[in-house]
């Protein structure tokens, strides 16, 4: 394989241990040929889940998509094709699914801004439709002799459960030049019990928001330590806003920021954690550990 940019080592280094697990048994003609699928810059498939039950169902499921005719000879004759890596949950609540593939699905079709603003996808042709535009950007926007690419990257994660709630994380990346692609991290929450998906509403108890916010601030506060001496300076750069892009672990609440939001891109995607021991009275008891919703 021709390796033709740095953005494509990287999508293809992210995935080894994918096709690893895939092709367990198989040749190394067999492997080469899927590395020419990635280098070829379109691969759109499904998450080989995690075990957390015995009856998990885990497997991959490919999307059934081919470039147009007209995109597929640009792409030869630039060899500088956009590297497409769409994944969907496959497990065997059906209910998870749909809600977790419906986020990914959105995600994708709104991967570049849009003057017309968020889009909506009514049927699987228009993600078709929105990864053919993606690749077809790139040709409209990037010299014919430039070394970037585009890049797009969608992914689920399988965080694992506490007490009846299943915890997932979608992951994307998109690169449209500039001086680096834009990461982005969304958590979800299901209850098994209502077979619904959880926000941070649903889990403070009534009047308890004003109290719950107070907690991320002080975990805000205790962040910003870490990357600066001076908070009070730092908050008017980069003050403090209540995300509601929260998960449970097995010590508390974990809140995901994305770049830019309360610091630099440099620094990353911050996670502030207020652990369960000061969430008493503040969450509902089903969403504590039983050592304290017996409390």
């Known amino acids: 394989m021709n390796t033709v940019s740095g953005s494509i080592v990287t999508c293809a280094h992210s995935i080894r241990s994918l096709i690893s697990a895939w092709l367990p048994l198989q040749t190394e003609p067999l492997q080469a040929s899927v590395w020419r699928v990635l280098a070829t810059g379109v691969l759109v498939g499904s998450?080989?889940?995690?075990?957390?039950?015995?009856?998990?169902?885990?497997?991959?499921?490919?999307l059934d998509y081919q470039l147009p005719k007209p995109l597929q000879d640009k792409c030869a004759k630039r060899d500088n094709c956009p590297t497409i890596e769409v994944q969907y949950l496959q497990s065997n609540h059906a209910w998870i699914n749909d809600v977790v593939n419906a986020r990914i699905d959105a995600l994708v079709v709104n991967s570049?801004?849009?003057?017309?603003?968020?889009?909506?996808?009514?049927?699987?042709?228009?993600?078709?439709?929105?990864?053919?535009?993606?690749?077809?950007?790139q040709f409209a926007e990037v010299p014919a002799d430039s070394v970037f690419v585009?890049?797009?990257?969608?992914?689920?994660?399988?965080?694992?459960?506490?007490?009846?709630?299943?915890?997932?994380?979608?992951?994307?990346?998109?690169?449209?030049?500039g001086a680096h692609g834009m990461p982005y991290s969304e958590y979800l929450i299901f209850d098994q019990q209502t077979k619904k998906p959880i926000q941070l509403a649903?889990?403070?108890?009534?009047?308890?928001?004003?109290r719950?916010?107070?907690?991320?601030?002080?975990?805000?506060?205790?962040?910003?330590?870490?990357?600066?001496?001076?908070?009070?300076?730092?908050?008017?750069?980069w003050p403090f806003t209540l995300s509601d892009n929260i998960t449970l672990t097995d010590q508390g609440i974990d809140i995901r920021y994305q770049h830019y939001s309360i610091g630099p891109y440099a620094y990353g995607m911050p996670v502030l954690s207020i652990p369960y021991s000061q969430l008493q009275g503040v969450i509902k008891p089903q969403f504590l550990p039983a050592r304290l919703s017996n409390k």
Do not use: C
């Open 47 to 62: 998450l080989v889940m995690p075990s957390f039950a015995a009856s998990l169902i885990s497997e991959r499921d490919y």
């Open 150 to 177: 585009y890049s797009l990257m969608v992914t689920p994660e399988y965080l694992g459960h506490v007490n009846d709630f299943e915890l997932f994380e979608i992951h994307s990346y998109v690169f449209t030049g």
């Open 212 to 237: 719950f916010e107070a907690l991320a601030y002080s975990a805000y506060k205790e962040w910003v330590k870490t990357v600066d001496e001076d908070v009070a300076s730092y908050e008017k750069s």
């Open 112 to 137: 570049k801004p849009s003057e017309s603003g968020t889009r909506v996808v009514k049927t699987p042709d228009d993600v078709k439709a929105a990864l053919d535009e993606f690749v077809a950007s």
């Open 202 to 210: 649903d889990m403070l108890q009534p009047n308890k928001k004003s």
